[in-house]
């Protein structure tokens, strides 16, 4: 009898402790819990930053469908994150694997937003930053019916642009049509189009047919062609647009300067064709020379046109090796500007071999010391060399054992170097040195770290790129 009278006062304790530990909600959030509000893998390392939760021991777990307390955690030590001026606490609830929507709750501090946590968390997500590219196309019009809200008029059909003093020509005219406008203006950059195309090309090299035909909405939706790779070539056929017939690339095309906040067809300024370079030759050598392997499949005379070009554009890079592009004096738009090319050689030699077999890529690629130290503020000066030497690990048949070895034994280093910094900041991303564009700077060493993770099995790498 009293054991009986003991386990209900147990079990009534537990309900009572169990329904005083949900906290009000007014249906409010605070941004003190910084979270990966997209969501979480069920398996993945999930952590979240507190700020303000000075005295505060306990964070909860909250199923936000049933109002429930779900798990009630710890919070660390307080750290101290000076960049920002800050003092945080950190929320380890990795143990939490059930799928569902959940929130945070810090007594004194609230309610996080609402995060998911689920096997395809992220599809979403990966889908939309693809389908962005179609919102970023120049030179056609956005229909509402694959634009959606975001529908607009066709602006920049670039179908007669001037030759600026700096190109080397007075008296043509250029079509070069198409391509995406860069992030942030209405200017075209042969380097800024090259890099992103080359890791784009890299992602479908490693995981092909990710993307199927119809699932973009796009325009080229139902040719019985991935809608990624046709995202990806309506890029490549501007690129292909901007190689001189001596074979260098012209470093963008652009009006004089930037255009100011207004839609694309009200930005009417004249655009001209700006300068030639090696940076922006060899980076276009590249990933040109990728597209061939990308696109041979599906169009083996585009991949052959993309291959020739590319082995032009580095016919001229060698007659050309030290070309560094400045802005003339009347153009004041993005210099992307390079003045040491080894990395952009490195990528280019990488590629073309690959593609080709013509081992003097080869030999060329041995002769500089290779740099496996990821830097900051890198992205479009020296970062394409991690993409030549991602894409040669990729193709290990065609590489010799001791480069193969030696990029592999470079790359996990480097990314135990960026793991291991990662588990020291209170926002666990690898840099802590922020330059203009730094969000680039955390996703390629997340490159990085995901390229280790496919020569070693390492569940450090894969939750270092989490």
Not at 168 to 192: E, M
Not at 300 to 318: D, I, N
Not at 457 to 464: E, I, Q, R, S, V
Request: proline share 3%; glycine share 8%; with cysteine.
């Amino acid at each position: 009898m009293r054991l009986s009278i003991f386990v209900l006062c147990a079990v009534f304790f537990l309900f009572v402790s169990c329904f005083e530990s949900l906290p009000p909600f007014s249906n409010t959030f605070t941004g003190d819990i910084r979270i990966n509000q997209t969501g979480y893998y069920p398996a993945a390392i999930k952590r979240a930053t507190v700020l303000n939760g000075e005295g505060k021991d306990e964070f909860k777990i909250v199923d936000k469908d049933r109002m429930e307390v779900t798990f009630t955690g710890k919070l660390s030590q307080i750290k101290d994150w000076k960049l920002a001026g800050e003092t945080v606490r950190i929320a380890d609830f990795s143990n939490i694997k059930d799928e569902g929507t959940y929130m945070i709750f810090v007594e004194g501090v609230g309610y996080s937003y609402p995060f998911e946590i689920g096997e395809n968390v992220l599809d979403e997500a990966f889908l939309g930053s693809i389908k962005g590219l179609y919102y970023q196309r120049v030179s056609i019009t956005l229909r509402e019916e694959h634009a959606g809200k975001w529908h607009r008029a066709m602006a920049h059909s670039d179908d007669s642009l001037l030759f600026h003093p700096s190109s080397g020509k007075t008296k043509d005219f250029l079509y070069s049509p198409g391509g995406w406008y860069d992030a942030g203006d209405y200017n075209k950059y042969v380097v800024n189009g090259s890099f992103p195309l080359g890791q784009l090309f890299l992602l479908e090299e490693q995981y092909p047919n990710t993307i199927n035909d119809q699932e973009l909405n796009i325009p080229e939706s139902g040719n019985g062609i991935s809608d990624y790779l046709d995202e990806l070539k309506y890029e490549m056929d501007w690129l292909l647009t901007m190689q001189d017939v001596d074979g260098g690339l012209f470093h963008k095309l652009t009006a004089k300067k930037f255009e100011p906040m207004v839609m694309p067809h009200e930005a009417t300024s004249q655009r001209y064709i700006v300068g030639k370079g090696t940076a922006a030759t060899l980076d276009f050598s590249a990933c040109a020379a990728q597209g061939y392997r990308i696109f041979k499949k599906m169009d083996a005379e585009y991949a052959e046109k993309c291959l020739e070009a590319a082995k032009q554009a580095y016919a001229w890079a060698l007659n050309n090796p030290g070309i560094e592009f400045v802005n003339p004096k009347d153009v004041s738009t993005g210099q992307y500007g390079d003045t040491n090319f080894d990395d952009e050689w490195f990528w280019a030699d990488a590629e073309l071999f690959i593609s080709t077999q013509d081992s003097s890529y080869l030999d060329h690629l041995r002769t500089n010391s290779i740099d496996f130290e990821f830097k900051p503020g890198e992205s479009w000066t020296a970062y394409m060399r991690f993409l030549g030497m991602f894409s040669l690990l990729e193709n290990r048949e065609t590489v010799p054992q001791d480069l193969y070895q030696r990029l592999k034994n470079g790359i996990t280093e480097s990314a135990d170097g960026l793991v291991e910094k990662a588990k020291k900041l209170d926002y666990f991303q690898p840099v802590d040195d922020f330059h203009w564009g730094s969000n680039s700077d955390v996703l390629n060493a997340a490159m990085i770290m995901a390229q280790a993770y496919r020569l070693e099995n390492k569940a450090d790498y894969l939750f270092g790129v989490q």
